[in-house]
């Protein structure tokens, strides 16, 4: 139970750690897109602004007012042509105060003549949007020459700039100023769409990020029930024979006058469960070796066949004492580049294997050949074989279908882990399969 509270602790933290990354990356992408689109959408405003510092000139200035007193004058006449058209004879009718809302092209633009103290000595109008409160709107000198956003009023946006000129031989200060409601009206609705977005990618970063700790801790919650499951194994089998030594040392000293004579079996047994204790302690060695990746390989040259054929002979022999029949159908005939001292240990494992399952009458045939562009090792035999669930697991540690069998046999059940880890250190593959009608073969395949 506190290793499933262990394990979904970690998932939860995971989880957040994951939601964390991913509203960080939305974050910064959304804050990166809305500066962009702002800085593109004001880098028009600004250049007008800058361009606008032309009219500093004197003469520009006069120009520009001239313009502005001919559309004035040009509205009134067409005001007052138009009453005394529509009311004949009315003199006292006043004409209305002329139209300052269509005076240039730009309606947006506005700007304001300061002294040096900052009041407003003239106000130029040149667009159709100026309020009443730019009349009165203070002077901000501590931003000369510099670009910036101003509210009028709680509700109006302008881009101003405000820089020093010489005007008729006076020192003055300008200021320009942009309307920009159009372009912050679409900035708070992109704003907007772009808190939408970013809420819905969080919601859906929640999931995501729960999968993504799911699939994360998949390994690791394997590694951890293998690494329990190994403990508990190599425990086990370490306790057995540690068990049988202890009873039998303990038999002996309970007569301490007997002769080694009298306690050889007991010796023999002991002997014997310490030669497996030994063999056992030399497996788990190699494989914690594997599992920290601090096993090097050792590679050279050499001719598998002769290999094979060499390890073979003593395997042979015993195969005739036990009238069990031996075969070699060595076709390589090239030399292979791979750790020897490791391959001779693989050969070792598949043929003590073979050896401890199979009976007499059973054949025993061991292949070399090129396939697939690999060289390929067959060991077959004809023995009990195994069950198909039994063939699913057989590269398991400590992994045996029959274990008093395998105990009485000398297995330790590490043999075809080790074996597995030789082939995947050298980049290639091992797999087992049934042997029609009866038995197994291992097929290893090296580069």
Do not use: C
């Amino acid at each position: 139970m506190n290793e499933k509270k262990i394990i979904r602790k970690q998932l939860y933290k995971n989880m957040l750690f994951n939601f964390i990354a991913f509203a960080i990356i939305f974050s910064i992408f959304g804050g990166v897109t809305f500066n962009l689109i702002k800085s593109t959408m004001y880098n028009q405003v600004d250049r007008g602004l800058r361009s606008l510092e032309q009219f500093t000139e004197n003469d520009k200035l006069k120009r520009l007012d001239n313009v502005n007193q001919k559309n004035n004058s040009s509205q009134i006449n067409n005001v007052n042509q138009n009453n005394s058209t529509d009311q004949p004879g009315n003199s006292d009718h006043a004409a209305p105060p002329p139209n300052r809302d269509n005076r240039v092209d730009n309606p947006r633009i506005h700007t304001i003549i300061r002294d040096l103290d900052g009041k407003a000595v003239n106000f130029i109008n040149i667009g159709s949007l100026a309020s009443e409160k730019l009349n009165d709107l203070p002077a901000d000198l501590n931003n000369i020459d510099i670009v910036h956003t101003i509210i009028v009023g709680g509700q109006y946006y302008y881009r101003t700039l405000t820089f020093r000129a010489t005007i008729n031989g006076t020192p003055r200060y300008v200021q320009v100023l942009i309307n920009i409601d159009g372009e912050q009206a679409i900035l708070n609705n992109y704003l907007k769409i772009i808190i939408i977005i970013i809420s819905v990618l969080l919601i859906l970063a929640i999931s995501a990020s729960y999968i993504l700790s799911r699939v994360t801790m998949r390994p690791i919650i394997s590694a951890w029930e293998r690494q329990t499951r190994f403990v508990q194994d190599a425990s086990h089998e370490l306790r057995t024979p540690l068990s049988i030594i202890q009873n039998k040392l303990e038999m002996m000293l309970t007569t301490p006058g007997s002769k080694i004579v009298d306690k050889s079996e007991s010796i023999a047994l002991a002997l014997s469960e310490t030669r497996r204790l030994s063999k056992l302690t030399a497996d788990l060695m190699t494989l914690a070796q594997y599992d920290s990746a601090k096993q090097m390989l050792n590679y050279e040259e050499f001719n598998l066949d002769k290999m094979i054929s060499e390890i073979s002979e003593p395997y042979a022999e015993i195969g005739i004492e036990q009238e069990k029949t031996f075969k070699l159908d060595l076709r390589l005939e090239s030399k292979v580049n791979a750790d020897k001292a490791r391959i001779h240990q693989l050969l070792v494992i598949l043929l003590d294997n073979a050896l401890k399952y199979t009976e007499s009458g059973n054949t025993i045939t061991v292949s070399s050949y090129k396939g697939d562009g690999k060289n390929v090792i067959e060991v077959a035999d004809t023995g009990i074989g195994i069950s198909d669930a039994g063939l699913s697991h057989i590269f398991e540690r400590f992994y045996r279908e029959d274990k008093a069998r395998s105990r009485e046999n000398g297995g330790t059940g590490l043999g075809l882990s080790i074996a597995q880890w030789i082939v995947s250190a050298h980049k290639g593959s091992i797999k087992a399969r049934h042997n029609e009608p009866q038995g197994i073969i291992f097929t290893v395949k090296l580069p």
